[in-house]
Structure formats: structure tokens, C-alpha cells
């Protein structure tokens, strides 16, 4: 069975000259790695928080949602993650995409031009339609929330 195709809109900014666009770095690869188009160096220091451009516009087609999320190997290797994650970009935005990048690791963390900061993924979005009512129908877990199994 073929995959679906999304044919999405892209707008290079003059920032990102000469990085490559969004792009999936396996065959298997969900998201596509998104590079930070900085002109400097930004030094995130540990609980520092900076908002990295990425030099490009996107038109996510209608029905469907652009989410940006942290790149796991950053994540662990140095705990440089999303602010927001995943962060949505709605089918209506069409501004330059930026990522809200956190250090919680021990070490600062240097961002350069061109390093792969995050990755984007275009989903389809269903349009939900309320059905309100007086009570909801029973499950075996009813109401466990939190911590409800045990460890």
C-alpha cells in the first residue's frame, strides 16, 4: 500500500541561503530535520530558552497541522528539547517557522547555522464536531487518572 502524498507550499527566506529544506534523513524517517538558520551562534545555557528561525514559510494545506518536535538525540544526549512539544503550526500561519528550543541539560549548548535543531511532520487534523450529553458511556478504567496502574 502507497503512502499518501501532501503536497505542502515552502517559501525559502533569504536566511537560509544555502541550507538544504526540510528533509528526512532515512527512508523510515517520520519527521523531517529542520536546521537553524542563525546568522550567529546562540548559546543556550542550561534553563535558557531562545527562539531559533529557520529560514523558510510553509502553507499547510487545510485539514492538516505542521508539528515541529524535539530531535531525540539532542534530547538526550545534551536535554535540548522543544518549549512546546509537539509545537502546531495551523494551516492559516504564514510566518517564518521558528523552534522555541530549551536546554535542560547541565552544559550550555551551542546552536550554529545549519544544525538540526527539530523535526516537522505534517499530519491530517480531523474537525471535531461536539455530541454533548448526560453521561458518557462505562470503561473498565472509568475515571483512573494519574498513576492509576501502580509503577
Known sequence: MGQERVSVLIARLPSSKGLPLPECQTEGAAGMDVRAAVVDPVNLSPGDIALVPCGFQIAVPEGHEAQVRPRSGLASECGLTLVNSPGTIDSDYRGEIKIALINH?????????????????VVPVPQVEWREVQELPPTRR???GFGHTGD
Open 105 to 121: 541539560g547541565r552544559h550550555p549548548v551551542l546552536i550554529h547555522r545549519g544544525m538540526r535543531i527539530a523535526q516537522l511532520l
Open 142 to 144: 472509568a475515571c483512573g
